[in-house]
């Protein structure tokens, strides 16, 4: 016998919320996301989220539905049958993703589809890995003198090939964030040398904010040999700007004060 939540007659279709989990830190879920997972029957979670999370929903059916090293759990047609079959017999389904839902992670779509077959949407937004990850390791995405802007791009499209938008940001002053782009890092690093940026500051962080977190810190011209000697790897953020100076600017400021207490 399915569980219902108390508030399943106002949503006789069910209910599928958007939840997004933030960039890996479980502190960094919203209080409004928790709130979602404690009132939902069902949990249909990803890859990138921290597995924790998932005491907030402990009377939930918890269903992973996420990518690890190419192999689909579900394929994207499966979960969205799932999210509405589920929807339709449980009550409330909530779909947890990594970061915000509405960046780069098919969030919409999904409510999309849930809506064409009846079911009521929402959506929690969640704390973007695209500028929180940055911001872990001291790095602003903009600067005042140094970045009036910012870029953040998708490495791989649907199509596995480099988005023709990072080419563009190359022209430009603006940083630049990649999400999903460690594959073609070497594409990624020859576009930014035509156009002379050979010593433009990059950032490579790994599993950001997590335990477990990587940084490699280098220009356009190294960063491929730091990538190699640190073992960088997916799941990774490329941040191309000169705000990566401020980190190391940020650590000389804090080392220099402290030597002048001593």
């Not at 940055?134 to 791989?156: D, L, Y």
Request: with cysteine; hydrophobic share 40%; net charge positive.
């Amino acid at each position: 016998m399915k569980r219902q939540s108390k508030t399943y007659n106002n949503y006789p279709n069910g209910l599928l919320t958007v939840v997004g989990a933030g960039p890996g830190d479980v502190d960094l879920l919203t209080i409004k996301g928790a709130k979602a997972l404690q009132d939902a029957d069902v949990v249909l979670y990803d890859a990138l989220v921290d597995v924790k999370l998932l005491k907030y929903a402990d009377n939930a059916e918890h269903i992973f539905v996420g990518k690890r090293r190419g192999c689909y759990s579900y394929q994207q047609d499966q979960i969205n049958e799932l999210i509405v079959s589920r929807a339709k017999s449980h009550g409330k389904v909530v779909r947890l993703k990594g970061g915000d839902p509405f960046v780069f992670g098919r969030g919409a779509e999904e409510m999309e589809y849930a809506a064409k077959h009846g079911v009521d949407v929402a959506v929690v937004p969640g704390i973007s890995s695209s500028v929180s990850v940055p911001a872990s390791q001291n790095i602003p995405v903009t600067k005042r003198g140094s970045s009036e802007s910012f870029w953040v791009i998708t490495g791989t499209t649907k199509n596995h090939v480099l988005s023709t938008d990072v080419a563009l940001a190359a022209k430009s002053n603006a940083t630049v964030i990649i999400l999903m782009g460690m594959s073609k890092l070497p594409e990624i690093v020859s576009l930014f040398k035509s156009e002379e940026k050979s010593e433009l500051p990059i950032a490579i962080i790994q599993n950001g904010t997590r335990k477990n977190e990587k940084v490699g810190i280098g220009t356009i011209k190294n960063i491929e040999e730091i990538v190699a000697s640190k073992e960088l790897k997916n799941p990774a953020i490329i941040i191309i700007g000169e705000v990566v100076k401020h980190r190391a600017a940020l650590k000389e400021a804090v080392s220099t004060y402290i030597q002048e207490l001593s």
